[in-house]
């Protein structure tokens, strides 16, 4: 590879880091062609994708961005999952692939500036989807406001039914 393309795929790089949400390092030796190309398209799915970059090159990339957590990790064959959405979907891609596949191993990650730990990974890809979440939170809000207008129709119905009552008592009396 000559110089001026190791610029461009270092420019290139840099511009994608920029919308990077989580990513995620990984030692895929030992991963056959089919293989990759199989958790390639896993990966596409969920709006991530794999880039077998030279170590150099990504430490280039990276020297002014928050992925430079990375650089003490840059050692042997690594790829580089980069995700630009939803954080949870791609991991629990990744994990579920690794789990069927040894020769993937999952090394450390940076999501939003944080280094992430192997483990911390692999917790990450346990949690609920987005969607997920927000039909809990949208169940929480809609319960809260169903609550409120049946206590604060409470008041009227009780009222409602003293009239009720009253009106029972007096045609009693009458």
Partial sequence: MDRSRK?????????KLKDVQLAILVDYSGLNVTKITELRNELRKSDAEIRVIKNTLFKLASKDSEFNLFDDHLKGPL???MNFGDVVEPTKALVDFAKKNADLELKVGVMNGTFLTKEQIQALSELPSREVLLGKLLSVMVGAQTSLVSVLSGVPRQF???????????????
Avoid at 7 to 15: F, G, K, R, S
């Fill in 7 to 15: 610029e461009q795929v270092v420019a290139e790089l840099q511009e």
């Fill in 79 to 81: 790829a580089l999952i």
């Fill in 160 to 174: 409602v039914r003293l009239l009720e009552a009253y009106r029972e008592q007096k045609e009693k009396e009458n």
